[in-house]
């Protein structure tokens, strides 16, 4: 049973950083890639980083490049999200996930597997 379990999320203020994890268990693939969606109260679902197990390569949302890092620990099957220069805008519940195809890209429709979530709460 694949489990996707995230930690980190918190209350920040404008300007401050936060650290997202994210524990991967039980997932067998060995070609996938794993992101972050987040979700604002009111608004639709949006891929915001994404990298590719196996390659490295990383995709990011314009609205979060340049002070956003997804990063990945294959060992400890960790995948992490460093949240810099943090802004009101980036108050959602983020979520991590695992997939193929779409998914590098950071599209909903390559998502397999789900986290539970972790809120983030910036304030202005």
């Known amino acids: 049973q694949v489990q996707l379990v995230e930690s980190g999320g918190g209350s920040v203020q404008a300007g401050g950083s936060l650290r997202l994890s994210c524990a991967a268990s039980?997932?067998?693939?060995?070609?996938?890639?794993m992101a972050w969606f987040r979700q604002a109260p009111g608004k639709e679902r949006e891929g915001v980083a994404a990298i590719n197990t196996v390659s490295g390569t990383t995709d990011y949302a314009d609205s979060v490049k340049g002070r956003f890092t997804i990063s990945q620990d294959n060992a400890k099957k960790m995948l992490y999200l460093q949240m810099n220069s943090l802004k009101p805008e980036d108050t959602a519940m983020y979520y991590c996930?695992?997939?193929?195809?779409?998914?590098?890209?950071?599209?909903?429709?390559?998502?397999?597997?789900w986290g539970q979530g972790t809120q983030v709460t910036v304030s202005s």
């Open positions: 039980g997932y067998t693939g060995s070609r996938y890639c």
């Open positions: 996930a695992a997939g193929v195809g779409r998914i590098c890209l950071r599209l909903q429709s390559g998502v397999r597997y």
